[in-house]
């Protein structure tokens, strides 16, 4: 009898609970797009006669509004198409469903670009999403949403390009993201010859788990952060060894509650870790993007 009164209790609020998040995400998808206003008036016309129909018994009137509803799914897929496909290849991109063939080739993308901007001294900041949305994170930013390639990102980090300046966010193996403003850290035991850069990347790692490359436009070295702690002056081959057990391994192991985990909590900073062969100067003229 408890567990019949239980189930009877928690039933309607279940379904209550459903159709809230349901709603809500609903209309957090419909706002914002090129087909939210057709939406907006076709319901207002709809509830408008359902109305006139209900207060005046207008039968058959009725009758043809519940038949239509049928149709109202349909009508949906046709306006909101864009918004769907889009929606669905985000989902297809989720970490959750990431080979690790194509984190592999993600990796090497960042190997190459980075390489080819130390060797003439480009600076760089590159962050690469997880489980934690990166749009969350940041100020500002421009969208591209396009495949990532090295040459791509040296066309974005080029100097005197207009969507040089900042960050750029890497999601799914796309570009999806440019010229993106990162918190900046506000620890005090750093190096005075942390530059901006530097300082972007250790604030990003502290408020979310994505992996972070950074390359100085002063002296061409290649640093990285990831959850607070910071690397300095690393070869490649270091930098290809951190990018794989961060992006790769996790990704064969990941499960539904790691990633619950993973958006509840928010790790602490670590140590900023600074090679021995790195000779720290008294002033930093790295340049504040």
């Given at each position: 009898?408890i ?12 379904e ?48 043809l ?20 496909r889009?929606?669905l ?108 850069r ?64 993973s958006?509840?909590h928010?790790?602490?900073?670590g ?13 930093s ?5």
């Amino acid at each position: 009898m408890i567990w019949q009164l239980a189930q009877n209790a928690w039933g309607p609020a279940l379904e209550v609970l459903i159709l809230t998040v349901a709603i809500y995400y609903v209309f957090r998808f419909v706002r914002g797009t090129r087909g939210a206003p057709v939406v907006t008036g076709f319901l207002v016309v709809l509830l408008a006669f359902f109305l006139v129909s209900f207060l005046l018994k207008l039968k058959v009137l009725l009758y043809l509004l519940g038949a239509f509803t049928a149709y109202f799914v349909l009508a949906v897929l046709v306006i909101f198409q864009p918004e769907l496909r889009r929606m669905l290849a985000e989902l297809g991109n989720f970490p959750l469903f990431a080979t690790a063939h194509e984190q592999r080739e993600t990796i090497e993308v960042i190997i190459q670009t980075v390489e080819r901007l130390a060797d003439v001294r480009i600076g760089a900041l590159i962050a690469i999403e997880q489980t934690i949305q990166l749009q969350e994170a940041v100020e500002s930013g421009i969208k591209i949403d396009c495949e990532a390639t090295p040459e791509m990102l040296e066309t974005i980090f080029f100097p005197n390009n207009a969507i040089h300046d900042g960050g750029v966010l890497i999601k799914g193996g796309r570009i999806a993201f440019a010229a993106c403003i990162f918190p900046l850290t506000q620890r005090q035991d750093l190096n005075r010859s942390l530059g901006t850069r530097h300082r972007a990347a250790i604030g990003l790692s502290e408020e979310t788990d994505a992996a972070i490359v950074v390359v100085s436009e002063e002296t061409g070295a290649v640093s990285y952060a990831y959850k607070g702690h910071f690397v300095r002056s690393v070869s490649l081959e270091d930098l290809r060894a951190f990018l794989t057990s961060v992006l790769v391994t996790p990704a064969r192991s990941r499960n539904w509650m790691g990633w619950i985990r993973s958006w509840t909590h928010r790790v602490k900073p670590g140590p900023v870790a600074v090679a021995k062969n790195d000779v720290p100067s008294t002033t930093s003229t790295e340049p504040a993007k």
